[in-house]
């Protein structure tokens, strides 16, 4: 079954505003990843919050996580033109049998717009 | 720099006509995914390797196969590849198993004809 689900599908800016995106999932977790792809490439890496976490930064990355509403949101700060890619959330399966597989949501593709 | 390699980006095969598609890795991990991943949609884990050990998804057709002859390499065989089978297919690695995060490779781009 799947795990995550993403909101909005579609998200347009203009450079230099900030992007929200929402992910919930079902079940209870260990970790929550988020990843970028570019179009027609593979998955790059971005951010890992343990269930224990409730805020994690890198650069202009923000991500939350709210394991009591089952939710996390990824919030890009002043947004260039070469974020425009697909953003996706991954999440590894039920806490009490973990298998440290991950399954990704549906994904929210960002325009930013010089 | 470490890194994962996919060969060819591009693959282009018939109609039941069987297709390998490569991986390899720099990174010395132990586990190795192949997902598939259709236009607009989630990544799907097909199978993964931890060292040697073969793990397969339930809802993965008998048609996908996979090998993984060392520590560096893995392969994905399809064995008669249907239309529904063209995707992009993305090869992944992670250190170890349980809660780290996967490195992708450029992906390959199959067509069938």
């Known amino acids: 079954s799947q795990q995550g689900e993403e909101d909005p599908q579609a998200l347009s800016i203009q450079e230099g505003e900030n992007a929200t995106m929402n992910c919930s999932y079902k079940?209870?977790?260990?970790?929550l990843q988020w990843y970028r792809q570019n179009s027609g490439r593979g998955l790059v890496h971005l951010i890992l919050i343990r269930s224990n976490e409730r805020e994690k930064h890198s650069g202009r990355l923000r991500v939350t996580l709210d394991t009591s509403k089952k939710s996390s949101s990824l919030l890009i700060t002043a947004s260039r033109a070469a974020d425009t890619a697909s953003y996706f959330c991954a999440t590894d399966g039920e806490g009490s049998s973990n298998t440290g597989k991950l399954i990704f949501g549906q994904g929210t593709t960002l325009q930013v717009k010089p | 720099d470490a890194m994962v390699i996919q060969n060819p980006r591009y693959q282009v095969t018939q109609f039941g006509k069987p297709v390998t598609l490569s991986c390899s890795q720099t990174?010395?991990?132990?586990?190795m995914y192949w997902y598939q991943q259709k236009s607009s949609q989630a990544p799907k884990l097909l199978f993964h390797y931890y060292d040697k050990d073969f793990n397969n998804e339930a809802d993965t057709p008998d048609n996908f196969q996979s090998r993984r002859p060392n520590t560096s390499f893995c392969f994905l065989d399809i064995r008669s590849p249907g239309l529904g089978d063209a995707a992009m297919y993305l090869c992944?690695?992670?250190?170890?198993?349980?809660?780290?995060?996967?490195?992708f490779g450029p992906g390959t781009r199959l067509t069938v004809t």
């Open positions: 992944a690695t992670s250190r170890d198993w349980f809660s780290y995060e996967q490195y």
């Open positions: 990174l010395n991990h132990n586990v």
């Open positions: 079940t209870s977790i260990n970790n």
